[in-house]
């Protein structure tokens, strides 16, 4: 029983350190913990903390981008100046979007929100790309690697088809129709800790 119980403790923690490391798609999912341990005793204890820390991850992991989680293993996060890279970026947002809040209950707005920020994130990481963050409306993503440009780019052709099919949708259903712009750069930037004292990001800044 206690081998159990230690076994999944390793499980988790070889699935944490392989997301922080990239060699493990960043997913929620594979972080499940099933209670195996009946003594009562430290080792039932123990099993209980494990359970607590698995739910607790669980529910941030879906709020921390790929690149601050690969660097959370460095430690306290720096406040200096991080390293120079060199990035594609793919920036999208809905265009008129404060016209959408105002003529929408906020719940519907954000179901809304939710469903075309979901169809293109998806899209992102299949090709190859992280979301770095979302502000509203706007999505930000970066790729890295010597065909950055080519995967942001069909990223982005991706995106545009499957907007363009739920514009159709939207029609049909005689909903509001929602239009998005999509705008991608690449080039130098200062890549590293981004924020102050306990609230940190990883993040990119350039022009």
Request: charged share 25%.
């Amino acid at each position: 029983r206690t081998s159990n119980g230690m076994s999944q403790a390793s499980e988790i923690s070889r699935a944490l350190d392989g997301m922080v490391k990239g060699r493990t798609p960043i997913s929620a999912s594979l972080l499940q913990y099933k209670d195996r341990v009946r003594t009562q005793d430290e080792v039932k204890l123990l099993s209980n903390e494990i359970r607590g820390m698995t739910s607790v991850i669980r529910g941030v992991l879906p709020y921390v981008s790929a690149s601050t989680l690969r660097h959370a293993d460095r430690g306290r996060p720096k406040t200096e100046p991080g390293t120079k890279r060199n990035f594609a970026f793919l920036f999208t947002d809905i265009r008129g979007f404060s016209t959408l809040c105002e003529e929408q209950h906020p719940d519907q707005v954000v179901k809304m929100l939710n469903r075309y920020l979901r169809i293109q994130a998806e899209i992102i990481t299949t090709n190859g790309g992280d979301v770095d963050k979302f502000v509203g409306d706007e999505i930000v993503a970066m790729f890295d690697g010597p065909k950055k440009e080519l995967h942001a780019c069909r990223a982005s052709v991706e995106i545009r088809s499957a907007m363009a099919k739920q514009r159709e949708l939207a029609e049909l259903a005689s909903r509001n129709v929602v239009s998005i712009g999509i705008g991608i750069s690449t080039g130098p930037v200062v890549f590293g800790s981004i924020g102050a004292g306990d609230r940190m990001d990883f993040t990119s800044i350039g022009d």
